[in-house]
């Protein structure tokens, strides 16, 4: 299954819209101007990358339970 390649648009689309906000609210605005900066975020996003490539690489399947529950933990709905 092939899934579609994440760019940090969506990510801020994806956030400011759980936070009810327009991507040009000051909000999403400061959300942005944080993640650019913030050293910690930029480490974790790299790691959530690392983690995603790794399963596409070696093409692993996780549990029904472990999806459900990776997808819970991350605020995210299937698309399926």
Not at 29 to 32: E, N
């Given at each position: 299954m092939k899934h579609k390649q994440v760019t940090c648009?969506?990510?801020m689309h994806h956030v400011c819209e759980s936070l009810g906000e327009d991507l040009?609210?000051?909000q999403c605005?400061?959300?942005?101007a944080h993640l650019d900066e913030c050293a910690g975020c930029q480490n974790y996003f790299k790691s959530v990358e690392a983690t995603i490539d790794f399963y596409r690489k070696y093409n692993v399947?996780?549990?029904k339970d472990s999806?459900?529950?990776l997808m819970s933990i991350l605020g995210l709905k299937d698309s399926e």
């Open positions: 648009k969506d990510v040009n609210s000051p605005v400061a959300i942005k399947e996780p549990s999806h459900d529950r």
